[in-house]
T-cell receptor
Framework: DAGVIQSPRHEVTEMGQEVTLRCKPISGHNSLFWYRQTMMRGLELLIYFNNNVPIDDSGMPEDRFSAKMPNASFSTLKIQPSEPRDSAVYFCASTLTRGEEKLFFGSGTQLSVL | SQKIEQNSEALNIQEGKTATLTCNYTNYSPAYLQWYRQDPGRGPVFLLL?????KEKRKERLKVTFDTTLKQSLFHITASQPADSATYLCALDTGRRALTFGSGTRLQVQP
């Protein structure tokens, strides 16, 4: 099993640019989560999907952030326009929802907005 | 609001000793609590889950306790090794039907 695959591994962009982060969950998993990690705020839940449907997006910081899951094997997190305070590591995680789910994380995308 | 607190200061111990990490939470009664390990540049990796009706759970050199009265979980690593050096995160469902994580405690095991 390849695990959760995220791309790109690193992203450096300039303020105002659009950034798209990608995630391929583990095959067969039906829940997908986007987290953001910073030194100041730790690991924060941004949004999660169940069976491709967004369930809770209350952690999305602003309207500049959007996430989609067009099918069971792909999700994107988009920031438009990006700002320096968006710099963080963005993690995608997936699980098979049966209760008490343990999460499987990808290696993350290190985003730097200059 | 829900708070999950872990000791933000790094824990330094000698190889062979037992490391004990603490996770405290407030304003919620989770049905279970999970512990993860995170190495630099990597995503968190699941270690153990303990349910509210379980006092203790063990896995090899790892032991987790869960005191729902104190609203606290303790995570122990016995016979610690330098390879155990990492950040350890606790996580629980705070009502969003998804895991909320503590800020983590960095463990450094000295040879």
């Amino acid at each position: 099993d390849a695990g959760v695959i995220q791309s790109p591994r690193h992203e450096v962009t300039e303020m105002g640019q659009e950034v798209t982060l990608r995630c391929k969950p583990i095959s067969g998993h039906n829940s997908l989560f986007w987290y953001r990690q910073t030194m100041m705020r730790g690991l924060e839940l941004l949004i999660y999907f169940n069976n491709n449907v967004p369930i809770d997006d209350s952690g999305m910081p602003e309207d500049r952030f959007s996430a989609k899951m067009p099918n069971a094997s792909f999700s994107t997190l988009k920031i438009q326009p990006s700002e320096p305070r968006d710099s963080a590591v963005y993690f995608c995680a997936s699980t098979l929802t049966r209760g008490e789910e343990k999460l499987f994380f990808g290696s993350g995308t290190q985003l730097s907005v200059l | 609001s829900q708070k999950i607190e872990q000791n933000s200061e790094a824990l330094n111990i000698q190889e062979g000793k037992t490391a004990t990490l603490t996770c405290n939470y407030t304003n919620y009664s989770p049905a279970y609590l999970q512990w993860y390990r995170q190495d630099p540049g990597r995503g968190p990796v699941f270690l153990l889950l303990i349910r509210e009706n379980e006092k203790e759970k063990r896995k090899e050199r790892l032991k987790v306790t869960f005191d729902t009265t104190l609203k606290q979980s303790l995570f122990h690593i016995t016979a610690s090794q330098p390879a155990d050096s990492a950040t350890y995160l606790c996580a629980l469902d705070t009502g969003r039907r998804a895991l909320t994580f503590g800020s983590g405690t960095r463990l450094q095991v000295q040879p």
